[in-house]
Nanobody, 128 residues
Framework: QVQLVESGGGLVQAGGSLRLSCVDSGRGFSIYGMGWFRQAPGKEREFVAAITWSGSNIYYSDSVKGRFTISRDNAKKMVYLQMNSLKPEDTAVYYC?????????????????????WGQGTQVTVSS
């Protein structure tokens, strides 16, 4: 069973960078697609980026494309989100999630309901 724990959040000035990490402390990480979502106060959870189990397919939301990079290391059971050129509107709690319903899925999924296992979230605050 996948058990996800995020880290790396914090307070950063606009234009700065952060790298979020998500580790699986359970089992099965390498066979699942992974995603990052975020939720700002008073807003719905929003898709950020996703990567297939092999890393061969990646997809980003338009709001982060060109600024954020998702990657994974299956040997370490980790997925990362490198965030550059941060903006105040990137402020949110960031969650990693695993697509546990369908191992070895060859296409990325971007809908929150497709992800069956979630971490507890890490806060990212970008000051102007």
């Amino acid at each position: 069973q996948v058990q996800l724990v995020e880290s790396g959040g914090g307070l950063v000035q606009a234009g700065g960078s952060l790298r979020l990490s998500c580790v699986d402390s359970g089992r099965g990480f390498s066979i699942y697609g992974m995603g990052w979502f975020r939720q700002a106060p008073g807003k719905e959870r929003e898709f950020v980026a996703a990567i297939t189990w092999s890393g061969s397919n990646i997809y980003y939301s338009d709001s982060v494309k060109g600024r954020f990079t998702i990657s994974r290391d299956n040997a370490k059971k980790m997925v990362y989100l490198q965030m550059n050129s941060l903006k105040p509107e990137d402020t949110a709690v960031y969650y990693c999630a695993a697509d546990v319903a369908r191992p070895f899925r060859s296409t990325v999924v971007v809908t929150a309901t497709d992800f069956g296992s979630w971490g507890q979230g890490t806060q990212v605050t970008v000051s102007s």
